[in-house]
């Protein structure tokens, strides 16, 4: 059985101390999950202030006891709760499935490099990784997220760079795309314009694979020039999981809805991602989780409370993390677990 939460410190002290709260409560969950035969498989970490924190987090008890083993992200998007750091958690009671790899560049990588040959480099990494595992990134790579410090001056040249590296390996509309978010957020490499995660399943053929669809509600992303699938529901003989890419109030032929109305734009992308879900199989309340990307953190208290209203049952974090387009004012991805028979 797989499982998810969400863990926010209550605490409103320093940022060392919220680590020590977490600690604790983090601690207490993974040995409850224990108990019920899962163990802790991947984690993401959610930090307002990455250069400040990023340091003390890797010499804390929660890092280095609890979280070193399994596939951990940690990217500079703060909480809008005003918790400082916010941890996303998810256990299994079975092997995993997937391999993860968080790449990030160093000074040294960046030095000279604009977001175009950043994100370049990211993916020859990722792919040197695959290669040496006898992997590709057509058949085995599902889902990527891409961290864009500057977006909205930057994430054209990020756009160009992935299109440019999927027409090399034959990724192109007439085959298929990879499940994506492409996001602001910053590593803790100070110049770094770019960092990504990878989510690589390597049992699977491309058979296993349904890229989901609902065109009634939002067009194919190529028609706009970029190059992601809106969703990927991959099927497994333990489970399936649809991985629901960024998603935003956009429309059947692209455009952006309900401009500067943030719920209206909530309520619209919800419904986008309920018809992607249905697509494969999946409904919304088969969400383990979701991510919620706000522009302003200042719409934070009504989006809470519109979520809490509609889907009280789901787990759920708000960052601040600007969209690709500055219209649109939120953004929000997703994975829903279901059965093997569903």
Known sequence: MHKCTIVSPRNRAGFTERLGELYLAVGDYLDME???????????????????????????????????????????????????????????????????????????????????????????????IADSLHLTMSEHLVRTWIYVADIDNDYADVVKARNDVFDRYGLTVNTHFIASTG??????????????????????????????????????????GVAFERGTRVSTPKLQRCFISGTASIDKHGQILYPGDVLRQTARLLENISMLLKDGGATMQQLDYLIV???????????????????????HV???GKVCRPGWLIEMEGVATLSPQT
């Open 293 to 315: 990307y706000l522009r302003d953190v200042s719409d934070y208290l009504s989006v809470e409370a519109f979520l809490r209203r509609l889907y009280p049952s789901i787990p």
């Open 34 to 128: 224990k108990l019920d035969g899962r163990d802790l498989c991947y984690c993401k970490i959610f930090l307002s202030d990455i250069l400040n924190q990023h340091a003390e987090l890797l010499d804390s008890p929660l890092y280095i006891d609890l979280l070193p083993h399994a596939g951990c992200s940690i990217v500079e998007q703060a909480p809008a709760d005003g918790s400082k750091i916010s941890v996303l958690l998810e256990t299994d009671d079975k092997e995993p499935e997937s391999l993860f790899h968080a790449l990030r560049l160093t000074e040294e990588e960046v030095a000279g490099r604009n977001a175009y040959e950043q994100t370049r480099l990211l993916f020859e990494k990722y792919i040197a």
């Open 183 to 224: 996001i602001g957020g910053a590593t803790a490499v100070r110049h770094a314009a770019v960092g990504m995660d990878f989510l690589t399943y390597p049992g699977i053929v491309e058979s296993d694979k349904k890229y989901l669809q609902a065109l009634e509600y939002l067009n194919p992303t190529h028609e706009y």
């Open 318 to 320: 708000i960052v601040q």
